[in-house]
């Protein structure tokens, strides 16, 4: 499963509109995981984002759980940085 966001954003220089998409989640099911499904997982979202006209995609993950280098191996760079600050204890 993959979740994405696609609008209009101003993220050129020159302020030309660029279309974007922007991960709210991507999960494989334990039972469909194995060799190389995230990446064709992957392969499969961004082919039909280019037939959608999107040209930039930018993918979140959090850096405990992994998933860095994969996003590496696929040509991902590091680009924006979210900073958190819990301002309340978290309840489990």
Not at 1 to 20: C, E, Q
Not at 58 to 85: C, N, Q, R, T
């Amino acid at each position: 499963t993959f979740i994405l966001f696609v609008d209009m954003h101003r993220t050129l220089a020159d302020g030309t509109p660029l279309l974007h998409a922007q991960d709210d989640a991507y999960y494989i099911a334990p039972h469909a995981r194995g060799p190389r499904v995230a990446l064709r997982l992957f392969a499969e979202a961004e082919a039909e984002l280019r037939l959608r006209g999107v040209r930039k995609l930018s993918i979140h993950y959090k850096p405990y759980l992994g998933g860095g280098g994969l996003l590496e191996a696929l040509g991902f760079a590091a680009d924006d940085v979210i900073m958190v600050k819990y301002l309340a204890p978290l309840e489990n």
